[in-house]
């Protein structure tokens, strides 16, 4: 296992948000074009969050969320690159979070069912936090 192959799950999740975000606009301007929304109506911080339905509100509400745990993963992507300790066990882990962060990401841009994100959110983050865990208790000397 080459230590650059935890730069694949971390581009991948990169792209993700890229995707996300492209697709947060595609939604966003298609309602202010449908709407013949002016720079009237975004006058007060917040206000296109208020008279947004879910179809637009969910995906900027997603691509807030790749900017919570994932920044997390980046830092341990980075500290185990750095520290030359990227193991196939790590790799798969990554995979694992970038799996359930896409399958997050289509539910809550797309139907949103709340139960099925929460699980594909847990599931996601219990990898992010495996790799911490891991990574930590190897940098204590706790394990080899």
């Known amino acids: 296992m080459t230590q650059e ?15 996300v975000w492209v697709y947060m606009y595609i939604r966003r301007i298609s309602f ?10 975004f006058a007060v911080p917040g206000a296109l969050a208020q008279i947004s339905p879910p179809s637009v509100s969910n995906p900027s509400d997603n691509l807030k969320n790749l900017f919570e745990i994932p920044v997390l993963f980046y830092a341990l992507v980075l500290y185990l690159f750095i520290t030359k300790q990227v193991d196939a066990v ?9 799996v359930f962060r896409v399958l997050h ?4 841009c797309t139907f949103n069912l709340i139960i099925v994100r929460f699980y594909l959110y847990l599931f996601s983050t219990l990898a992010v936090w495996f790799i911490a865990i891991r990574a930590a208790l190897i940098h204590f000397g706790t394990i080899d």
């Not at 192959?5 to 995707?19: C, D, E, Q, R």
């Open 90 to 98: 790590y790799v798969n882990a990554a995979w694992v979070f970038v």
């Open 105 to 108: 990401s289509a539910v809550h």
């Open 5 to 19: 192959a935890i730069f694949t799950p971390f581009f991948a999740t990169v792209f993700l948000t890229l995707l």
């Open 32 to 41: 202010i074009t449908s709407r013949k929304l002016g720079q009237k109506d």
